[in-house]
């Protein structure tokens, strides 16, 4: 029995994907639920698996194809796998130098196994620098430029004194290597939005320092009893301003608004966007009615949205709509930037490092952990002074964390 292999139904905000990687070839058997093909879209990669136990029989779509929602992409023939495994064997002996038939290759992403396969790597030479050995789009292309231009001898006689020097080695100094590779569908589409927000919007940022010392201590008094209360969940600094922002949220709800065309669409909830780096690039998973969640809530949702985002899991659903989003650019060293609006959004808010600073603090010098918070909006609905006490306004709640709980 046949049975077609589609693509998803993608969403109206997503007109079409492209066939980031096959994972399995014609001929090789496949179990139920086997990662068959990984489809890459503006916002997410979607893995396609199958659907029973069989045979891949036919390929319609190829690598690098793009595809419609619902589009045909294979056929496969139903039936056991025992009775394929010799198929499989043969296509597995025929592409073992292959990416996708080798155990390391769960260890990269579709835009470092595409690389790998279009130039015929040897992925055991790669070196991994993600967590757990993952190797990224980077490490293939640092190893490839290494490779590229690793010493050589050639014949140079050059006279140095009375020795004559037959050959002198070539280092990478001697070349100039250049290697051009197309934008994965993802990257483009967040230049795209990225160029939008700044020709679309009247984009300015305004700054504030908070002192992180209140918010510290209570994290170091109760974590411990946090984690064991709450089945493992970790009490960090980013459920604190998710609860912050929406307080603030309340307070100027057109921070929380939107334009559509003439008219403004002020929403009467919460849903915070957390931007969450990956390899493919950055996205922003959205935490829905924030407002009501606690903040063991908050930490658990972030992290589950994180490892997923890192193992392309995260649906079209997760990235779709947010009313705010909160950035932390700390996390990688940053002391200070001004954050890019995420369109209909009119503002995000920018945390950095925290780092110790002489303040004065009545009349005496006194080391703080401080962080810069920046607050980008959109000046066409957002006057300034309403900026500024917004931004005023997290930093207070954070400052004084009590005030977040009593709402205050």
């Given amino acids: 029995m046949d049975i077609e292999i589609k693509a998803p139904a993608f969403p109206e905000s997503i ?35 199958a659907p029973a136990d069989g045979v891949i029989t036919r390929i319609h779509a190829r690598q690098g194809d793009t595809v419609q929602s619902e589009q045909l992409l294979a056929v496969m023939e139903q039936g056991p796998v025992a009775a394929a495994t010799l198929a499989s064997k043969a296509a597995t002996i025929a592409t073992a130098t292959t990416v996708k038939d080798t155990a390391t290759a769960e260890l990269m992403g579709p835009a470092a196994r595409q690389l790998v396969e279009k130039h015929k790597l040897d992925i055991s030479a790669i070196k991994g620098s993600g967590k757990g050995g993952r190797i990224s789009k980077e490490d293939v292309l640092n190893y490839m430029n290494a490779r590229d231009v690793s010493p050589t001898t050639v014949p140079m006689p050059l006279s140095v004194g009375t020795a004559v020097v037959e050959k002198m080695p070539v280092g990478p100094s001697s070349e100039r290597v250049e290697r051009r590779v197309p934008m994965t569908r993802m990257r483009a589409k967040i230049a795209e939005r990225l160029l939008n927000a700044t020709h679309e919007t009247a984009m300015l940022s ?106 392309n899991k995260l649906s079209i659903e997760d990235m ?60 066409r609905l957002i006057d300034g002074k309403t900026a500024v006490q917004f931004l005023v306004a997290i930093k207070d709640l954070i400052e004084d964390p009590a005030r977040i709980l009593l709402q205050l």
């Fill in 206 to 311: 305004t700054f504030n320092e908070v002192n992180m010392a209140p918010v510290m201590a209570l994290r170091s008094k109760y974590k411990d009893q946090f984690e064991k209360t709450h089945n493992g969940t970790r009490l960090g600094f980013m459920g604190f301003f998710v609860k912050a922002a929406c307080e603030a949220l309340k307070r100027f709800p057109a921070v929380n608004a939107s334009i559509d065309g003439n008219d403004v669409v002020y929403h009467g909830y919460q849903d915070i966007g957390v931007a969450v780096s990956t390899e493919g690039g950055l996205v922003v998973p959205v935490l829905r009615d924030a407002d009501f969640m606690s903040l063991a809530d908050i930490e658990a949702a972030i992290r589950d949205m994180g490892l997923r985002a890192k193992d």
């Fill in 320 to 379: 779709t709509g947010g009313t705010f989003t909160v950035t932390n650019g700390g996390v990688f060293g940053s002391l200070l930037s001004t954050p890019i609006l995420n369109p209909p959004q009119t503002g995000i808010l920018g945390m950095h490092k925290i780092q110790d600073r002489p303040m004065a603090v009545d009349g005496q010098v006194v080391v703080l952990p401080m962080m810069y918070l920046a607050l980008t909006y959109d000046h």
């Fill in 15 to 49: 007109a079409d994907g492209e066939v980031a990687a096959w994972h399995k070839s014609e001929g090789e058997a496949v179990a139920r639920d086997e990662l068959i093909v990984e489809i890459e879209t503006d916002k997410v990669v979607l893995e396609v698996v």
